[in-house]
């Protein structure tokens, strides 16, 4: 059956897709949104982004309340109740994903459940719980996300060797678990059972964690995550891996070349970064073009190959992050709508949930420097702000990069407690041009956190006060 013609149709609901559905229907669009998956809201809300932060924040009350309250004089005996706290994560992933629902009904968008595969330009079949529907539109937005990566010689069993998805809903903890990855997934569920009684070794492939941010400031990070207990081999690479009885082997190799050692462990989780996903699509059947890594390339306008044709988020090049497909569904949608969608690719920020939180934006000192900017570097410890002492917290630094002639922000790079907030201010600082001496001179309320990012841009010009 073929029906009405919509002035547009997202394929996928993940952040990208639900976000420009919601905008695309504002301005005026048609718009129909087809999701394979029985909710709304993609990797992110269902099985990324937001059961990991539930876990994440469940785990730190109970690491705090195991390690941290007798610090502030309050005595306790706890236990844990790991079903209970994989419950609470699931009701907070169905509020979430049921809220979108309310949004789309709210913003007149129509929901089509089943796979979509594209026809031709402007067709799309959908297999659905009702059978088989033909849709068209004027324009069709790809917006499918990504999936996770997979080793060669590793398979997924989803129990004993698994992948961030099967991590997040472990039925107990594991006595020993094994991270291939040192990349924000292993870092963060790596944290999330280190804190839950595992022990937690994180292999990487490279020399540090968290490849491509600052290397100063990653390993402030790594050092904190190693006092909590955390181990990490650099150089490594897992060759193969073999369930045996109730333990994983794994055959673990220098990097470098050389004979490989068997480790052993209850689970061994692979977060070595996700894939594109576009199989079953039809897209490269109707002659969308992708790169050699699968992504579908895309125009300014984020258009493909095909016209009429558009694409988003973790299915196109770039960082695989929630906001970085959100304001591309956005921009995406209000270009189709005749508007000034832009995206500003140098302001992303990038965080890792861990305790203490890693978040950046911008330049890494490094990369300033390879780029062959002359800068200056403003840092300032959390061991030195009033705010952090009397929350127990040391770990951690801010540290802002400027440029040396025009002392405008060309970076800045946090570790320490609630980072992830932090970073805000200095994304906007980004996005406006400002220098350090504006950060500098604004009001930072005492005692707060924000403080810490006043000082460090204090530093910029070696005046920071409490230091
Ligand atoms: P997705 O969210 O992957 O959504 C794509 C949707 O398309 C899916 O629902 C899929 O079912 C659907 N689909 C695919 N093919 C079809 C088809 N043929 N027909 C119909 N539907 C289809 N990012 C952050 O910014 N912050 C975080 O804290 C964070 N934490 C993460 C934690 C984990 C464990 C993981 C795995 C990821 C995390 N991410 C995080 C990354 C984030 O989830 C992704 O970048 C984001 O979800 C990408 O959005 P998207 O809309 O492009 O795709
Ligand atoms: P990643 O790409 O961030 O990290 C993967 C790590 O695995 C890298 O350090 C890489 O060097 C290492 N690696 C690759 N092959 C290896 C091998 N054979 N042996 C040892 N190490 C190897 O990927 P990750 O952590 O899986 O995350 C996937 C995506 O999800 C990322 O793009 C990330 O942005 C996103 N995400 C974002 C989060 C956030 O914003 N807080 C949280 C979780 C995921």
């Known amino acids: 059956m073929t029906d009405v013609v919509h002035d547009l149709i ?27 998956y029985p909710t709304l809201g ?49 009701g907070v992933v169905r509020d979430l994903t049921r809220g979108i629902e309310g949004l789309f009904k709210k913003n007149g968008i129509e929901r089509v459940t089943g796979t979509a595969r594209i026809v031709s330009a402007g067709v799309v079949e959908v297999s659905g719980p009702d059978g088989v529907r033909t ?34 809903s472990l039925g107990e903890v594991p006595k020993k678990l094994i991270v291939i990855g040192a990349g924000a997934i292993g870092l963060e569920l790596g944290s999330v059972w280190r804190r839950l009684g595992s022990e937690v070794l994180v292999l990487e492939y490279l020399d540090r964690i968290v490849p491509g941010s600052d290397v100063g400031t990653a390993r402030l990070l790594q050092r904190a995550l190693e006092k909590q207990g955390m181990k990490f081999r650099f150089g490594v690479s897992a060759a193969s891996a073999r ?32 894939r594109p996903y576009t199989e079953g699509l039809g ?67 990038g965080v890792v949930y861990t305790w203490p939180e890693m978040a950046s934006v911008g330049l890494s000192e490094e990369d300033a420097k390879a780029a062959g900017r002359e800068v200056v570097v403003g840092t300032f410890p959390f061991l030195a702000n009033g705010r952090a002492k009397a929350m127990g917290e040391r770990d951690g630094h801010v540290k802002i990069i400027a440029d040396a002639k025009t002392d405008r922000i060309l970076g800045a790079h946090i570790v320490g407690p609630r980072a992830s907030d932090l970073i805000a201010e200095l994304v906007l600082a980004l996005e406006m041009g400002a220098s350090a001496e504006d950060v500098a001179r604004s009001f930072h309320a005492h005692p707060t956190l924000p403080e810490a990012v006043k000082e460090a841009a204090l530093a910029v010009a070696g005046r920071a006060i409490h230091m």
């Not at 539109?137 to 398979?155: E, N």
Request: aromatic share 4%.
């Open 283 to 349: 897209a490269a059947e109707a002659g969308v073009r992708m790169d050699t890594r699968g992504r579908i390339e895309v125009d300014a306008h984020w258009q493909s190959s095909v016209p009429g044709i558009y694409a988003i988020g973790d299915v196109i090049a770039g960082p695989m992050l929630a906001h970085k497909a959100e304001e591309e569904g956005v921009a995406c949608v209000e270009c189709m709508a005749g508007r000034p969608g832009h995206v500003e690719y140098g302001c992303v920020p």
């Open 42 to 90: 993609g990797t992110c809300l269902n099985v990324g982004c937001i059961p990991s932060k539930a876990l994440l924040d469940s785990s730190e009350h109970f690491d705090l309340a195991r390690h941290g309250f007798a610090a502030h004089g309050i005595k306790a005996t706890v236990e844990l109740d790991l079903a209970e706290m994989m419950k609470r994560k699931d």
């Open 10 to 36: 997202v394929i996928g609901a993940g952040p990208g897709g639900y976000v420009a559905a919601i905008r695309a229907a504002q301005l005026g669009l048609k718009t129909a949104c087809i999701e394979k």
């Open 135 to 168: 849709l068209q539109a004027k324009r069709i937005l790809i917006a499918t996300g990504s999936k996770p990566a997979s080793l060669p010689g590793i398979a997924f069993d989803g129990r004993r060797i698994v992948h961030s998805t099967h991590a997040l």
């Open 243 to 274: 369930v045996e009885g109730e333990e994983v082997v794994v055959d673990v190799a220098p990097a470098a070349g050389g004979e490989p050692e068997a480790l052993r462990c209850d689970v061994l989780l692979v977060a070595v970064g996700r």
